[in-house]
C-alpha cells in the first residue's frame, strides 16, 4: 500500500481510498489488517485479491483515543520514511523477508505493536487471535451488542 498526496492520478487497476490520513494508513498496513484480510480476501492462484467489498468495507475500526492516533500516526510515517530511505527499490523489493531493510522492519514493527495496543491484543498475539479478535468485532458491529470495551466505528 501507498499514500499518495491529492495530486496523484490513479489507474483503474488500483484501489483507492480518499479523505484519509496517515493514521489510516497505519492501521491499513497493521498486521492486524493483513490478518484480517489474508481469512476473508480472495485469491487467484497463490496471489490475493484485495476486495473493498469484502475486505475494507467489513474490516472494523475502533475510535482510538487522541494519543493512540498520534502514536499510530508517527509509525506510519515511519514506514513511509523508511521506504524513502531506498528511492531505486520496488516495494517488491523493500518486502523481500530475506533482504528488508532494518529500518522498514522496525518502522513496521513499532506500527503493529501500537495497532494491537488499540484493539486490545497482546504485542506478541498470534495471527490466529488477531483473526479471532477481528471477527469478535465483527459479530459485535453487525449485532448491535457491544461488550468488547472497545468503542466500534
Known amino acids: 500500500m501507498g499514500f499518495?498526496?491529492?495530486?496523484?492520478?490513479?489507474?483503474?487497476?488500483l484501489k483507492l481510498v480518499t479523505n484519509t490520513s496517515i493514521y489510516d494508513f497505519g492501521i491499513l498496513e497493521s498486521i492486524v489488517h493483513m490478518a484480517w484480510m489474508r481469512v476473508v480476501t480472495g485469491r487467484l492462484e497463490m496471489r490475493y485479491s484485495y476486495s473493498i467489498g469484502i475486505v475494507y468495507n467489513n474490516f472494523v475500526w475502533v475510535k482510538p483515543s487522541d494519543k493512540q492516533k498520534e502514536k499510530i500516526g508517527k509509525t506510519?510515517?515511519?514506514?513511509?520514511?523508511?521506504?524513502?530511505?531506498?528511492?531505486?527499490s520496488s516495494l517488491a523489493d523493500l518486502y523481500d523477508p530475506l533482504t528488508m531493510p532494518v529500518e522498514l522492519r522496525k518502522a513496521?514493527?513499532?506500527?503493529?505493536?501500537?495497532?494491537?495496543?488499540?484493539?486490545?491484543?497482546?504485542?506478541?498475539a498470534s495471527?490466529?487471535?488477531?483473526?479471532?479478535?477481528?471477527?469478535?468485532?465483527?459479530?459485535?458491529k453487525i449485532s448491535g451488542k457491544n461488550d468488547t470495551g472497545l468503542e466500534l466505528l
Open 76 to 88: 506510519a510515517q515511519s514506514i513511509l520514511d523508511a521506504r524513502n530511505l531506498y528511492p531505486d
Open 108 to 124: 513496521h514493527n513499532e506500527n503493529d505493536k501500537a495497532v494491537l495496543e488499540l484493539y486490545g491484543l497482546a504485542r506478541d
Open 4 to 13: 499518495m498526496e491529492p495530486s496523484v492520478i490513479c489507474s483503474n487497476r
Open 127 to 140: 495471527e490466529e487471535q488477531m483473526v479471532q479478535r477481528m471477527f469478535e468485532l465483527y459479530s459485535a
